[in-house]
């Protein structure tokens, strides 16, 4: 079995900075790629930024030059690093992985449950 635990949300106030971190364990056999996604109220989740195993990364525009994604293969880790945050910034924030798992001979999407961010006066 394969988890994603995301950590490092919290209420943070317009301008600031938050670091999400997402541990991917149990039974892998390699990672793709990681990425992050978030869902603001009443809207669809959307791809924030991703990055793959061999360090590409790819962030949308909407957060470009605001928010950096990195990642630590050794620790199986994602990071995501949030400055000059807005209002708009905020939702919950979902850790996304395209995984291989020992048990299996392709890879799978795993989701992590989420940590919310609110950027608010």
């Known amino acids: 079995q394969v988890q994603l635990v995301e950590s490092g949300g919290g209420l943070v106030q317009p301008g600031g900075s938050l670091r999400l971190s997402c541990v991917a364990s149990?039974?892998?056999?390699?990672?793709?790629?990681m990425g992050w996604y978030r869902q603001a109220p009443g809207k669809e989740r959307e791809l924030v930024a991703r990055?793959?195993?061999?360090?590409?990364?790819h962030i949308v525009d909407s957060v470009k030059g605001r928010f950096t994604i990195s990642g630590d293969n050794a620790k199986n880790t994602a990071y995501l690093q949030m400055n000059s945050l807005k209002p708009e910034d905020t939702a919950v924030y979902y850790c996304?992985?395209?995984?291989?798992?020992?048990?299996?001979?392709?890879?799978?999407?795993?989701w992590g449950k989420g940590t919310l961010v609110t950027v608010t006066a």
């Open positions: 996304n992985g395209l995984i291989t798992p020992r048990t299996q001979d392709w890879a799978s999407q795993y």
């Open positions: 149990g039974n892998i056999y390699s990672i793709t790629f």
């Open positions: 990055i793959t195993s061999s360090g590409s990364t």
